[in-house]
């Protein structure tokens, strides 16, 4: 039921879960207030055929690894929704769903987080929301010209949908390419990139990733992940390039009532556009606190708010933790962020 805790986490995907892990060996009073009905975040919504870039064993949460998948060296999308249920009850957190979080604002020296349940009154909030609830499409003219279907990533399910019919595919990064990839092998597919596609090598998996995150991390020199490139060749991606499709274009200047139309005036007819364009921050939530907000990202010191003393972020990227975004990331950046709150708790009891 609704009440009075030191810390409310809203969000119960991974980077919640780590927090809740941390905040259960921290002896604080808190609650973990999820909108999804059951758990697994957003893996829940991957398409079908979503797996990991690596193994198992490189991407625990805090405390429990991941149990390996038979048959799988790569686990798929469902396996790390069994994984985050296990963890769950393995360490009896206090996840109460469906619970959609309103507003967050400040009341004296407490933050009210109002719910569709009703309001909780915290000394601190951790904002665990991730990205998937915000899908971004670019502002390019002619979309609503287009007689054809738009989806975008959190639309996509499988490529049967798409056979026999001519797609563009729009995006740079790893999920344009695994769909791309996909949907190639039913349909005709146009890729259409802003800036040309940057591959990694062939054997970079998210094993390297991860490696080069944590020094990066640590404050060691050398390479960060970005300079590997952005896209992980993963098998269905490198038979992509053996059967020469994975070649992109430029981006399309904008869409005609029946395709698409390019600078140069040349335009391609096609029957559906795929936006893989990535997310933004699902932060609406948050806008009593932060009314400059603007779908961006926060200003933040560590993972707390600049603006607003009672608030972390975790887990939407790297401006809230290096590879918080990653289950193995989200860890880190909650261990940091829970010791934090202990410590200040403290200090003012």
């Known amino acids: 039921m609704p009440g009075s805790c030191d810390v409310v986490v809203v969000g119960g995907g991974q980077a919640g879960l780590a927090a809740g892990f941390y905040l259960r060996r921290s ?13 697994g975040g957003a893996w829940r919504h991957g398409w079908e055929s979503l797996r990991l870039f690596s193994p198992a064993e490189y991407s625990p949460l805090p405390g429990w690894g991941m149990p390996r998948q038979d048959g799988e060296e790569f686990p798929t ?3 790390v929704v069994d994984y985050l249920r296990a963890y ?30 009703g309001t909780w009154l915290a000394r601190y909030v951790i904002s665990a929301t991730g990205t998937w609830e915000c899908p971004y499409v670019p502002d390019i003219p002619g979309r609503e010209q287009f007689a054809g ?7 996509y399910t499988s490529p049967e949908h798409f056979r026999g019919l001519r797609v563009v595919v729009v995006g740079g990064g790893n999920s344009a390419a695994q769909i791309l990839a996909e949907v ?23 094993r390297v990733l991860f490696g080069v995150a944590t020094r990066k991390a640590a404050g060691a020199a050398g390479e960060s992940v970005s300079d590997l490139g952005d896209i992980v060749m ?11 499709v994975l070649r992109s274009r430029p981006m399309c200047a904008r869409l005609t009532e029946h395709g698409v139309r390019w600078a140069d005036g040349t335009e391609e007819s096609c029957d559906v556009v795929i ?13 009593p606190l932060l009314p400059g907000w603007r779908q961006g990202t926060v200003a933040v010191e560590g993972t707390r708010s600049v603006d607003e003393p009672g608030l972390y972020l975790l887990g939407y990227g790297d401006w809230s933790g ?3 975004a990653t289950l193995v990331g989200a860890g880190r950046t909650a261990k940091a962020t829970v010791a934090d709150i202990a410590s200040r708790l403290r200090e003012s009891p």
Not at 27 to 37: N, R, S, T
């Open 184 to 206: 190639s092998r039913v349909a005709e597919v146009t890729w259409v990139t802003l800036r040309p596609a940057r591959f990694m090598p062939d054997d970079v998996d998210a």
């Open 275 to 287: 936006w893989c364009t990535g997310f933004r921050p699902n932060l609406t939530h948050l806008g």
């Open 149 to 155: 279907r738009q989806l975008h990533t959190v639309d």
């Open 322 to 324: 290096a590879a918080s």
């Open 234 to 244: 993963v098998p269905s991606v490198r038979d992509a390039r053996d059967r020469g």
């Open 27 to 39: 002896g604080l009073d808190y609650v973990i207030l999820d909108a999804q009905p059951q758990p």
């Open 88 to 117: 769950e009850q393995r360490y009896d957190l206090p996840v109460r769903r469906p619970v959609r979080v309103r507003q967050v604002r400040r009341v004296g020296d407490r933050l009210a987080v109002d719910t569709d349940a």
């Open 77 to 79: 999308a469902g396996h």
